[in-house]
């Protein structure tokens, strides 16, 4: 749960980031439209005990993932792709990294 928080505290840095800019482009917008999801499906996971697998009600996608994953990781490689700091690109690959285990 802890790499939870961390991959939470990083989304929300980031979306000070563009609050602290204090204008909203199309980009932006789609950024900011991509970190609140992703930040709401964390704190939904959280709420549900950390079990970010959801193993127990999910279904599997065409690669035998969990859905659930596959939805996170995939959202959260967008946000990654989007951002303009290496650092923080950097522990969002590994944090992905580590839930694809």
């Known amino acids: ?3 939870m928080y961390e991959l939470r505290e990083m989304l929300c840095a980031e979306l ?3 609050a602290k800019k204090g204008e909203l482009s199309a980009g932006s917008l789609d ?3 991509k970190l609140t999801h992703s930040i709401k499906s964390i ?4 709420a549900m005990g950390g ?5 127990s009600y999910a ?3 065409s690669m035998g ?3 659930r994953d596959a939805r996170l990781v995939s959202e959260l490689r967008e ?3 989007d951002t303009h700091d290496d650092r923080t690109k950097q522990r969002m690959r590994r944090l992905i990294s580590d839930m694809e285990r």
């Open 43 to 46: 704190d939904t996971i959280m």
């Open 1 to 3: 749960m802890e790499k």
């Open 31 to 33: 950024v900011v439209d």
């Open 16 to 18: 000070d980031k563009v």
């Open 51 to 55: 079990d970010y697998s959801g193993r």
């Open 59 to 61: 279904k599997r996608d």
């Open 65 to 67: 993932r969990y859905s």
């Open 79 to 81: 946000v990654m792709d």
